[in-house]
């Protein structure tokens, strides 16, 4: 069984710390991404990466970075949190290699920014 | 710009009815994948399937079965004889590949939760 796994599930943090979210997946794949789940939004996705040390801005990645230093670990990286970044996020990884595969997902980090 | 639209934001039903998820999406690549994810209250999603736009067969799963319809732009997603354990918000997604230099990459709808009431 895939495993995706992130390092908290509920995050609370004051208003200009810095966060960082962990996810890690065990299956070797090539792809991860982080999405922010808001009631009404639906998924929205933050950041990704293809392979290690590369990532690609998605929909919505202002005050936001990411860093993939190991093939099975990303992280989200919230560098000034502000009250509207309270969210669930998600993280999720899918293989690659020339086609779009089905995306595994963790159990979600609840974060509340105070 | 692609984009998925899943039209129903909330839908319930009574257990053993039939329903059917709608998901409408626009593209304008040739190439590209539907997806459908599930969302149980305990939160994790969970996949559930995955076309590619060169193939438009439907498909059946046990009491779940989708209807993809390039000529309409749709990939509806129907289950029969519901349950209560089908209750979940079901997102609808939209891939298109190579992922680089693209202002749009993966879209989700923004879900349809669904009540299966006893």
């Known amino acids: 069984d895939v495993k995706v796994t992130q390092s908290s599930r509920y995050l609370v943090k004051r208003t200009g710390e810095k966060v960082f979210l962990e996810c890690v997946q065990d299956m070797d794949h090539e792809n991860m991404f982080w999405y922010r789940q808001d009631p009404g939004l639906g998924l929205r996705l933050i950041y990704f990466s293809y392979d290690v040390k590369m990532k690609e801005k998605g929909d919505i990645p202002e005050g936001y970075s990411v860093s993939r230093e190991k093939k099975e670990r990303f992280s989200l990286i919230l560098e000034s949190a502000s009250t509207n970044q309270t969210s669930m996020y998600l993280c999720a990884s899918s293989l690659s290699s020339g086609q779009a595969y089905e995306q595994y997902f963790g159990p979600g980090t609840r974060l509340t920014v105070t | 710009a692609q984009k998925v639209t899943q039209a129903q934001t909330e839908i319930s039903v009574v257990e053993k009815e039939d329903v059917t998820l709608d998901c409408v999406y626009e593209t304008r690549d040739t190439t590209y994948y539907l997806f459908w994810y599930k969302q149980p209250p305990s939160g994790e999603l969970v996949f559930l399937i995955r076309?590619?736009?060169?193939?438009?067969q439907n498909e059946i799963s046990g009491r779940y079965s989708w209807n993809f319809q390039k000529s309409t732009s749709s990939f509806n997603f129907t289950i029969t004889a519901s349950q209560v354990v089908d209750s979940a918000v079901y997102f609808c997604a939209l891939e298109s590949l190579p992922y680089r230099d693209r202002d749009d990459k993966i879209i989700f709808g923004k879900g349809t939760r669904l009540h299966i009431l006893p």
């Open positions: 076309r590619n736009s060169f193939d438009e």
